[in-house]
């Protein structure tokens, strides 16, 4: 099955940092989605991003398909933005999601 | 929209009791839900294939006798630990996608332990 792999697998931050997070995987997708899992375990939708670019406040993401990397970035990151952040694919329509391992992220003040 | 509501939050069984956890989509229905189970500082990992009217499609490895599941309407899906024993304490959470939509939305999870 296909590979999904997230880099770093830990990131501390200062308050007001930025940072880039990475997901590859290993063969083509039809979906790719990010995810932030709060503190109480919640899965909050981020972004579907199968290519492309999207932003959405201090959030942003970046996939492109044809290298099978995607990337998500955090701007002037604030303590609310810790916890784990996934990336899933889904290599066929209304298909099953493959989460890669996640990069759990603390924000320090 | 695309609320995924799960019931109960936490529980906590003796072994060899039976739990059932439900999963709702509040304000789409769901032809397909999908059941992920995730242990402590782990990723989540996909149990089964919820189908509407159809027999549930389960992964490698996951006891289909274990983890029953039932899928009776299109906005509800039901996963049953069966003669429930500690190694089944875990973090189980359901998901749906809407109609002509590619993102799938998950519920809060339910915790559970087994003592």
């Known amino acids: 099955g296909i590979q999904v792999e997230q880099s770093p697998p830990d990131l501390i931050l200062q308050e007001g940092a930025n940072s880039t997070l990475r997901c590859n995987f290993s063969d083509s997708v039809n979906n790719l989605q990010w995810f932030h899992q709060n503190p109480w375990g919640q899965l909050i939708n981020l972004f579907y991003i199968p290519s492309g670019t999207k932003q959405n406040g201090r959030l942003s993401a970046t996939t492109v398909a044809t290298e099978r990397y995607s990337l998500l970035y955090i701007s002037s990151s604030q303590t609310t933005d810790s916890g784990v952040y996934f990336c899933?694919?889904?290599?066929?329509?209304?298909?099953?999601?493959?989460f890669g391992g996640g990069t759990r992220v603390l924000v320090k003040p | 929209g695309a609320v995924v509501s799960q019931h109960p939050s936490w529980v906590i069984c003796k072994s060899g009791t039976s739990v059932k956890i439900e999963c709702r989509s509040l304000?789409?229905?769901?032809?397909?839900m999908f059941w992920y189970r995730q242990f402590p500082k782990q990723s989540l990992m996909l149990m089964a294939t919820?189908?509407?009217?159809?027999?549930?499609?389960?992964e490698q490895g996951v006891e289909k006798d274990k983890f029953l599941i039932n899928h009776a309407s299109l906005t509800l899906s039901t996963l049953t630990v069966t003669s429930a024993h500690p190694e089944d304490s875990s973090f189980y959470i359901c998901?749906?996608?809407?109609?002509?939509?590619?993102?799938?939305?998950f519920g809060p999870g339910t915790r559970l332990t087994v003592t």
């Open positions: 998901s749906a996608f809407p109609t002509r939509s590619y993102e799938q939305y």
């Open positions: 919820s189908n509407e009217g159809s027999k549930a499609t389960y």
């Open positions: 304000d789409f229905q769901a032809t397909t």
């Open positions: 899933a694919v889904e290599q066929a329509a209304g298909n099953k999601l493959t």
